[in-house]
């Protein structure tokens, strides 16, 4: 199967009301799509990272009522799972597609990129291109949409961002590139995976922080 981007019917599967529909069009119209891009980035972030990344397609398992408002495919160094580590993700909520670094609550790295985040607080500020200062966020809880756009976050709200991920047990930080879901470069597959390498590489000394 070759990727062909996200287009506006797999952004609408958000809106399909009840558990049973909504997993049924995210696992006939989404997961396809997420295990294709998952296998195609695999290499290359294995190459950027130096050890072997593989991809885990989320399959909202446990849920039992409530329909899941956002889906994604992970990538971590570890073939049984990835909530424990730092990994890189692609995913969509109902407006927009994220692809973004996350160490969340389950990781026992937050306390390394906490300090990690204090101590080279210029580079992590320099981080992003000026350019795309305006399409990446901060975000402090991977279940909720939206987050702070880099271009408004400033020392102070990174301080707060590590204080917070070295001290709360339920702490995270995810870091990455948002595309409204009408972005026509998420339809076209080729300049997607570039578009998601780019990002990628442009989060991998995050990504080493936290180790």
């Known amino acids: 199967m070759e ?3 996200f287009d ?36 290359f972030l294995s190459a950027q990272c130096g050890e072997e990344m593989f991809p885990h397609v989320a399959k909202h398992a446990r849920r039992t009522v409530h329909p899941p408002n956002d889906t994604w495919v992970a ?3 570890s073939k ?18 994220f692809i973004v670094m996350a160490v969340i609550y389950e990781s026992p790295n937050k306390t390394t ?52 991920l070295g001290t709360v047990k339920k702490s995270e930080v995810l870091c990455g590139r948002f595309l409204q879901k009408d972005d026509p470069l998420l339809q076209d597959g080729d300049t997607l995976i570039r578009t998601v ?3 990628f590489e442009t989060l991998l000394p995050l990504y080493k922080m936290a180790f």
């Open 75 to 77: 990538w971590a160094s």
């Open 3 to 5: 990727f062909r981007g």
């Open 8 to 43: 506006e019917k797999d952004f609408a599967v958000f809106e399909i009301e009840g558990l049973e529909p909504r997993m049924n069009a995210l696992i006939a119209n989404v997961r396809p799509k997420l295990e294709e891009l998952g296998r195609t980035i695999a290499p």
């Open 197 to 199: 390498e780019e990002t």
């Open 113 to 164: 990129l906490a300090e990690s985040l204090k101590k080279n607080e210029i580079s992590v500020m320099n981080l992003v291109p000026d350019e795309l200062r305006e399409q990446f966020y901060w975000s402090v809880d991977h279940m909720k949409p939206g987050g702070t756009k880099h271009s408004e976050l400033g020392p102070d709200g990174l301080q707060t961002i590590a204080q917070r």
């Open 80 to 97: 049984r799972g990835y909530k424990a580590l730092p990994h890189f993700q692609v995913g969509m909520f109902a407006d927009y597609l």
